[in-house]
């Protein structure tokens, strides 16, 4: 018995023995990872974050997204430099309380003007408040700020936001920094930008740090990541990612219910197409009330589309599935917009619906682009993005799109998270609606004049094309489409007997269309009698194939809503006839309406000629009608300009 009690005793204290040496010999051999580890953060010292440079809000009132990217392209430059930027978009500072605006150190405007001297969407809360009454002397003491506008020299209120914010806020206390910059659309609006960088940049961070700040010399760096998501996925859009000026528009669902063409094309050589949108929810009493309300001579907008061939074509030269669904998204301490477009998104939605890939690329994008480049190649777009003239000669003046100029540069191989960031937002186009909501219950009318036209400089390129035009022209009934109201302030006079004198040649008379209808239906609803006096100027060059809206325009003459019609045909006689000679040939008439009378003009259609020669033959009108000096004569339209009897809707 105790032989077995021994036997048993030293089995067990075998076992144990074994059991010890087993597990001493898994702790040795075992990866490290099955060892159980401390806390990552016992491990780790305490990050020390840098000390962050003087605060500073770079606001920017825009309507096209151009002032935004501009605001985008400082906030990086003054990062860069040691600042601490912040982009802002006015109409959410605003909506936060304009009071702390006093509080802030520094500010930065970049001003787009919109219009006939407007603010733009996006800034009228702050430009209100700005330019009110209650403002008191000295309320912005401690502010520093500066200011670069951007306008077209072709309108006449050039760049009035750029310069009224500098009076503004000059006028409030505070203190410029630099010099007042603007830039001209009209010539090279990205040209006058960057020589305003160049100064203003130095001369804030001076002020700000005591020196002009590091200035990177090395390839620009890039702030966005991409993620491309798994393929059948179908996330939900980012609601952050659809704030940016374009997409914040109370965009609205609308179809192409009837399109139709207006000019005889065989003869005329060119398109100009009657467009019919339709609400698809909403307007079920018309447009006079609700989300689709507007009045004879407000404008919409829409957001266009590519001509999918070049988005498929620039896919294709990325080496991309425009079935893709991706995202772009700030890096985590870069100074932007979280998102530049709706995310996550197609990559065939983000070229075709989001990013402008026909207009000719900038030389900062042309700098961006050279380091993804090999040798004469890299060398070629560091030139033309260093010299102005030459730049101008090889990009703009041949009118190259993105696509056009990876081509010219075949060793070019930018990645899509570059090329996304690279790119500018697409634009929201702005039409004339030429119907009346008290004529037309059914539908919103438009007139599109289909842009085409020859790259100036190199005519060995294809035809150039309009993108908004032809993205309506490729239309079929039944098209969906997105669209927003906008009131423009180009109104008829509230008095119905005031005498109202119309100029609008080609698509110019959309505007008018609406007029007329609403005069018909106001003379249908309260009799003739009490409408004051229409006058129609309209031009074109010939009444056998592009004289548009004929039939509509002679009726509104039969039935008396237009009492006196005045036509330019400028090719069907030896000497060319503009509507500018009829208005000084006319001049009794328009005296007698806007002269003795308190009558109304209007005018719609090319900023750069039509309507500069137009006013010049209206001063020449009061000086042979109403015997007045040129001096007096221009004070005359002057006076009525500053009475709203003079308005116009132009476009460079």
């Given at each position: 018995m105790?032989?077995?009690?021994?036997?048993?005793?030293?089995?067990?204290?075998l076992?144990?023995?074994?059991?010890?040496?087993?597990?001493?010999?898994?702790?040795?051999?075992?990866?490290?990872?099955?060892?159980?580890?401390?806390?990552?953060?016992?491990?780790?010292?305490?990050?020390v974050?840098?000390?962050k440079?003087?605060?500073?809000?770079?606001?920017?009132?825009?309507?096209?997204?151009?002032?935004?990217?501009?605001?985008?392209?400082?906030?990086?430059?003054?990062?860069?430099?040691?600042?601490?930027?912040?982009?802002?978009?006015?109409?959410?500072?605003?909506?936060?309380?304009?009071?702390?605006?006093?509080?802030?150190?520094?500010?930065?405007?970049?001003?787009?003007?919109?219009?006939?001297?407007?603010?733009?969407?996006?800034?009228?809360?702050?430009?209100?408040?700005?330019?009110?009454?209650?403002?008191?002397?000295?309320?912005?003491?401690?502010?520093?700020y500066?200011?670069?506008?951007?306008?077209?020299l072709?309108?006449?209120?050039?760049?009035?936001?750029?310069?009224?914010?500098?009076?503004y806020?000059?006028?409030?206390?505070?203190?410029?920094?630099?010099?007042?910059?603007?830039?001209?659309?009209?010539?090279n609006?990205?040209?006058?930008?960057?020589a305003?960088?160049?100064?203003?940049?130095?001369?804030?961070?001076m002020?700000?740090?005591?020196?002009?700040?590091t200035?990177?010399?090395?390839?620009r760096?890039?702030?966005?990541?991409?993620?491309?998501?798994?393929?059948?996925?179908?996330p939900?859009?980012?609601?952050?990612?659809?704030?940016?000026?374009?997409?914040n528009?109370?965009?609205?669902?609308?179809?192409?219910?009837?399109?139709?063409e207006?000019?005889?094309?065989?003869?005329?050589?060119?398109?100009?197409?009657h467009?019919?949108?339709?609400?698809?929810?909403?307007?079920?009493?018309?447009?006079?009330?609700g989300?689709?309300?507007?009045?004879?001579?407000?404008h919409?907008?829409?957001?266009?589309?590519?001509?999918p061939?070049?988005?498929?074509?620039?896919?294709?030269?990325?080496?991309?599935?425009?079935?893709?669904?991706?995202?772009?998204?700030?890096?985590?301490?870069?100074?932007?917009?979280?998102?530049?477009?709706?995310?996550?998104?197609?990559?065939?939605?983000?070229?075709?619906k989001?990013?402008?890939?026909?207009?000719?690329?900038?030389?900062?994008?042309?700098?961006a682009l050279?380091?993804?480049?090999?040798?004469?190649?890299?060398?070629?777009?560091?030139?033309?993005?260093?010299?102005?003239?030459?730049?101008?000669?090889?990009?703009?003046?041949?009118?190259l799109?993105?696509?056009?100029?990876?081509?010219k540069?075949?060793?070019?191989?930018?990645?899509?998270?570059?090329?996304?960031e690279?790119?500018?937002?697409?634009?929201?186009?702005?039409?004339?609606?030429?119907?009346?909501?008290?004529?037309?219950?059914?539908?919103?009318?438009?007139?599109?004049?289909?842009?085409?036209?020859?790259?100036?400089?190199?005519?060995?390129?294809?035809?150039?094309?309009?993108?908004a035009?032809?993205?309506?022209?490729?239309?079929?009934?039944?098209?969906?489409?997105?669209?927003?109201?906008?009131?423009s302030g180009?109104?008829?006079?509230k008095?119905p007997?005031?005498?109202?004198?119309?100029?609008?040649?080609?698509?110019?008379?959309?505007?008018?269309?609406?007029?007329?209808?609403d005069?018909?239906?106001?003379?249908?609803?309260?009799?003739?009698?009490?409408?004051?006096?229409?006058?129609?100027?309209?031009?074109?060059?010939?009444k056998?194939?592009?004289?548009?809206?004929q039939?509509?325009?002679?009726?509104?003459?039969?039935?008396?809503?237009?009492?006196?019609?005045?036509?330019?045909?400028?090719?069907d006689q030896?000497?060319?006839?503009?509507?500018q000679?009829?208005?000084?040939?006319?001049?009794?008439?328009?005296?007698?309406?806007?002269?003795?009378?308190?009558?109304?003009?209007?005018?719609?259609?090319?900023?750069?000629?039509?309507?500069?020669?137009v006013?010049?033959?209206?001063?020449?009108a009061?000086?042979?009608?109403?015997?007045?000096?040129?001096?007096?004569?221009?004070?005359?339209?002057?006076?009525?300009?500053?009475?709203?009897?003079?308005?116009?809707?132009?476009?460079?």
């Amino acid at each position: 018995m105790s032989l077995d009690l021994n036997l048993i005793a030293a089995t067990v204290m075998l076992g144990l023995l074994g059991a010890v040496l087993f597990f001493l010999l898994l702790r040795r051999f075992s990866p490290q990872s099955s060892v159980p580890q401390p806390p990552a953060a016992s491990k780790e010292e305490k990050k020390v974050e840098e000390p962050k440079g003087p605060p500073c809000k770079v606001f920017f009132g825009s309507q096209t997204g151009t002032a935004e990217d501009f605001a985008g392209r400082v906030a990086k430059e003054l990062k860069s430099r040691g600042m601490s930027p912040a982009l802002v978009d006015m109409e959410d500072y605003e909506a936060d309380g304009m009071e702390q605006l006093a509080d802030e150190p520094f500010v930065i405007f970049l001003m787009a003007t919109h219009g006939e001297g407007d603010p733009t969407d996006n800034a009228i809360g702050f430009t209100n408040w700005l330019s009110s009454k209650e403002r008191e002397e000295g309320e912005l003491s401690n502010v520093k700020y500066s200011v670069f506008g951007l306008g077209n020299l072709q309108y006449e209120h050039f760049n009035k936001m750029g310069r009224d914010y500098n009076t503004y806020m000059a006028k409030l206390g505070a203190t410029l920094v630099g010099e007042y910059g603007e830039g001209d659309d009209d010539a090279n609006l990205d040209d006058d930008f960057t020589a305003w960088m160049e100064k203003a940049i130095p001369a804030i961070c001076m002020d700000q740090l005591g020196s002009a700040g590091t200035v990177s010399t090395g390839p620009r760096t890039f702030d966005y990541t991409l993620t491309t998501l798994p393929a059948g996925a179908a996330p939900k859009t980012v609601k952050e990612s659809e704030q940016s000026v374009i997409d914040n528009q109370p965009w609205l669902p609308a179809v192409l219910s009837n399109m139709r063409e207006l000019q005889d094309k065989d003869k005329s050589n060119r398109s100009t197409l009657h467009v019919e949108l339709q609400a698809t929810s909403g307007a079920e009493d018309g447009y006079t009330s609700g989300p689709y309300k507007y009045e004879a001579g407000d404008h919409i907008g829409v957001r266009c589309e590519n001509n999918p061939k070049i988005v498929g074509a620039l896919a294709s030269r990325l080496g991309c599935d425009l079935n893709s669904i991706i995202s772009l998204e700030l890096k985590e301490g870069c100074v932007g917009k979280k998102y530049r477009f709706p995310c996550p998104s197609l990559l065939r939605d983000c070229l075709a619906k989001y990013l402008d890939i026909c207009t000719p690329p900038s030389q900062a994008i042309l700098s961006a682009l050279a380091p993804f480049a090999e040798d004469s190649d890299a060398e070629a777009l560091s030139a033309l993005a260093k010299d102005k003239d030459k730049y101008q000669q090889e990009i703009p003046d041949k009118c190259l799109t993105f696509l056009e100029v990876l081509d010219k540069f075949p060793t070019c191989k930018p990645s899509l998270e570059v090329v996304l960031e690279l790119l500018p937002r697409l634009a929201t186009r702005f039409y004339s609606i030429s119907s009346s909501p008290n004529a037309v219950k059914d539908s919103i009318h438009l007139t599109v004049a289909v842009v085409r036209y020859d790259a100036p400089a190199n005519k060995t390129l294809p035809e150039r094309e309009g993108v908004a035009s032809t993205w309506f022209e490729r239309m079929r009934d039944g098209r969906n489409i997105e669209i927003f109201m906008r009131s423009s302030g180009f109104h008829m006079p509230k008095d119905p007997s005031s005498p109202i004198v119309m100029v609008g040649p080609g698509t110019g008379l959309a505007p008018f269309r609406g007029f007329i209808q609403d005069r018909q239906a106001w003379r249908q609803a309260n009799g003739a009698d009490g409408a004051g006096p229409m006058t129609l100027f309209f031009g074109c060059r010939s009444k056998s194939y592009d004289y548009i809206y004929q039939n509509d325009l002679e009726s509104a003459e039969k039935d008396g809503s237009i009492t006196d019609l005045q036509l330019a045909f400028s090719r069907d006689q030896k000497e060319k006839v503009y509507v500018q000679h009829l208005v000084e040939k006319e001049h009794a008439a328009l005296w007698a309406h806007l002269g003795e009378k308190d009558g109304y003009f209007y005018i719609c259609g090319d900023a750069k000629e039509m309507a500069r020669d137009v006013n010049i033959a209206l001063i020449k009108a009061f000086q042979t009608a109403g015997g007045l000096t040129e001096a007096e004569a221009e004070a005359k339209v002057t006076e009525l300009k500053a009475a709203g009897r003079y308005q116009a809707d132009v476009w460079a």
